[in-house]
């Protein structure tokens, strides 16, 4: 008689749904009992706890352990106790199936009607996954009506960390630290960056409500929250007003929006000066920089399981950097950059206005205020003249002086400046393949075109 060595896969979403029938434990022993019933020799068992198998970029490092176990060779069928364990998207599934078929490992679930060895049989499983996948859709769909009309009658966020300056419930403002959010909201009007404020508060030993050390993030996310002024968001929307007690004034709490909002950001660099701007052009995914096989820089569109994108497309970093350093190099040549350093307090007329009408009267969408944003911020000269106010680039440089000194910028300027002219640049396939770096696969994108 021969053994038929079988390996178990259970999966769970959530960590804490412990006494369900989808529990780990419960699936696992379902799965011996499937296994005993037919007298197959249970080979390996493999699970992922508190991890979806629908949401894309979830990395479940049983499910790819299963994989590699199925790659190496000796299991003949792979047991789950129900498909969408498995898997809910097809992509995945596509994945599985291939690693099966050059394997010759069959698939069978414990609760479901299938069996792989005949067409019939795999038709049934493309069918079920088909629907678990449109199961977990409507699912989200649903959770996010509720949670939307939850917020809509101004009912607070459930779980999660409570809200420095608030009760768990927002009910109540906690004075002691309401006024260091306030002491910060005036320290920012009157021309202090957060990140000096977060470093002065970790050096008087103030942290935050779960007990951390104030970082210049968390600090500018609290200031910028709709409930310092008492409002419910829900997905960065204003839903509903007036709905707990307020920590800011809504004039300060706009002003405070507008100086953050309008600040040019010293970021820390990134490991790439073109992380962002350039996209594929099969699949417009963003590339990312990485490392080729033969430890050469490169810029490529990542598949799976790091990426969304379809991974066929890569460029080399130090020739499409210095490329597109060279074009807009050559705009600031042509055309003498304004700088006009803004106020603190009143950055621009415009988006003072905007700001405005958005956060403190109401009058406007989030999808209005960004789409009117967008246009203020859209037009060429608008944008040099917002960029050219980054701290790292030298009060009143002209074009010409910036393109002179551009290696003795630091990379965030550099970047910002890219950023300036450049919306995006489009890498094309490369149409002779290892004939070296070629320019035309480059299509530029500019502000304003």
């Not at 998207?89 to 490992?105: I, L, P, T």
């Not at 929307?237 to 040019?264: G, K, M, Q």
């Not at 000194?405 to 550099?414: F, I, K, N």
Request: aromatic share 6%; hydrophobic share 35%.
């Amino acid at each position: 008689m021969r053994w038929v060595r079988a390996v178990i896969y259970a999966r769970v979403s959530r960590a804490a749904d412990r006494s369900s029938e989808t529990s780990t434990p419960r699936q696992i022993a379902n799965c011996r009992s499937y296994l005993s019933s037919r007298e197959w020799d249970e080979h390996a068992v493999f699970r992922d706890v508190d991890r979806s198998a629908y949401r894309s970029g979830v990395l479940r490092p049983g499910f790819e352990a299963m994989l590699a176990e199925l790659t190496r060779g000796g299991v003949d069928v792979l047991v789950v106790w129900k498909l969408d364990r498995l898997t809910r998207r097809s992509r995945d599934f596509e994945r599985v199936w291939s690693v099966c078929e050059d394997h010759r490992v069959a698939l069978a679930s414990v609760t479901e009607p299938v069996d792989t060895t005949t067409p019939i049989g795999l038709a049934i499983v493309r069918v079920l996954l088909t629907f678990a996948s449109v199961e977990s859709t409507v699912k989200g769909e649903r959770l996010a009506a509720r949670f939307r009309e939850k917020a809509t009658r101004g009912l607070p966020h459930e779980g999660g960390v409570r809200p420095f300056g608030h009760s768990r419930d927002r009910s109540e403002v906690i004075e002691g630290e309401a006024v260091l959010l306030r002491e910060a909201a005036q320290r920012i009007i009157h021309g202090e960056g957060v990140v000096a404020i977060a470093r002065d508060f970790r050096a008087r030993g103030v942290v935050g409500s779960c007990g951390v050390p104030w970082t210049h993030t968390g600090m500018r996310s609290s200031l910028l929250s709709a409930r310092m002024v008492g409002d419910r968001s829900y997905r960065g929307d204003v839903v509903a007003r007036d709905c707990f007690p307020a920590i800011l004034d809504r004039n300060t709490h706009e002003l405070v929006r507008h100086i953050l909002d309008d600040t040019p950001k010293r970021a820390r660099p990134s490991r790439s000066l073109l992380q962002g701007l350039l996209r594929c052009g099969l699949c417009g995914q963003h590339l990312t920089a990485a490392m080729s096989s033969k430890k050469s820089l490169i810029y490529k569109c990542a598949g799976s399981p790091y990426g969304q994108g379809c991974d066929r497309i890569s460029i080399s970093r130090p020739l499409v950097e210095d490329l597109l350093v060279r074009a807009v190099r050559d705009r600031l040549r042509r055309r003498s950059m304004r700088r006009q350093r803004a106020e603190p307090s009143d950055p621009t007329g415009r988006l003072r206005e905007l700001n405005r009408a958005y956060f403190v009267a109401g009058a406007l969408s989030r999808a209005e205020f960004y789409a009117t944003r967008q246009t203020l911020l859209s037009d060429d000269d608008d944008r040099a003249d917002r960029w050219n106010i980054h701290p790292d680039i030298p009060p009143g440089a002209s074009g010409r002086e910036l393109d002179r000194r551009w290696d003795e910028l630091t990379r965030s300027a550099q970047r910002a400046l890219l950023e300036a002219f450049l919306d995006r640049a489009v890498v094309a396939p490369a149409p002779v393949r290892g004939g070296g770096f070629q320019p035309e696969r480059v299509h530029l994108h500019w502000h304003g075109t």
